[in-house]
């Protein structure tokens, strides 16, 4: 990887986990159109990066870094915090939403998926927020979080998914009391925000069924876009200067029912 060309320090970078595809890629492009240069990690999704790397950098020259790294590795989420202060010599907003996200029977739970799932959902932020905290302290920054609505109410079958989300969102605090006053950090749980697989196909009379009860739950009787996420996750790194430790449902009054 090749430093950036840019030679202006003065705009603000932030580095964005798991961001080359669906909310994290609408995220690094709301951040992008406000101004952010944007560097996004990947792991596995190398096309969709480029490409989305491709398109930012046609907007502003040299405005879109991606880096790829195994968050389940120690050693690589080392190398990434590094490799990410490398780009624009400057970090000002780090946004944690890189996550692994499969069912765990509770009788088939075993080491090996515990450390998955609590390695890229929990594990790699931590030590990325570790490494990139002195950076961020001398540039007043923030750090945001991707939790979930199930860190509080757990979706059964997905017992050490929803453990990891828990502990994401005791991160937020935790980080938030550590980090304090120079860098603030928060979280965002969204819900309903897109279709599951299994509720994709429109021409099945049971899918459109099964839409119809889900939305039933949600008092706002609609699936949240993506663009409300990224609006979110923006507005607490840049624009919530007076708040810290607090993760924001982003959910249309799900978790009132």
């Not at 490494?131 to 001398?138: M, Y």
Request: charged fraction near 20%; include cysteine; aromatic fraction near 8%.
């Amino acid at each position: 990887m090749k430093t950036s060309t840019n030679q202006s320090h003065d705009t603000r970078v932030c580095f964005l986990t798991g961001a080359s595809k669906r909310l994290g890629a609408c995220t690094a492009r709301k951040f992008h159109a406000e101004g952010f240069n944007v560097i996004i990690h990947y792991n596995r999704s190398k096309s969709e990066a480029d490409a989305l790397v491709a398109q930012l950098n046609a907007v502003r020259s040299s405005s879109a870094f991606c880096l790829q790294a195994d968050l389940t590795d120690s050693e690589q989420v080392q190398s990434l915090a590094r490799l990410a202060l490398d780009c624009y010599q400057r970090l000002d907003v780090l946004v944690n939403n890189a996550s692994a996200f499969y069912p765990t029977p509770l009788a088939e739970c075993d080491h090996k998926t515990w450390d998955d799932l609590f390695d890229s959902n929990l594990r790699a932020g931590f030590f990325l927020a570790q490494r990139l905290a002195p950076e961020l302290e001398q540039r007043a920054g923030s750090i945001v979080n991707m939790t979930d609505t199930h860190a509080d109410n757990p979706l059964k079958g997905f017992p050490i998914y929803s453990l990891a989300k828990a502990g994401v969102k005791a991160m937020t605090k935790s980080l938030a009391k550590e980090l304090a006053p120079r860098v603030r950090v928060n979280g965002v749980s969204p819900g309903a925000i897109l279709w599951p697989p299994s509720l994709e196909d429109e021409s099945d009379p049971a899918v459109l069924e099964a839409r119809e009860k889900m939305l039933g739950k949600i008092p706002l009787r609609s699936l949240g876009e993506p663009q409300n996420i990224a609006d979110t996750v923006f507005f607490l790194a840049n624009d919530a200067c007076y708040v810290t430790g607090q993760t924001v449902r982003v959910d249309g009054g799900r978790y009132l029912v």
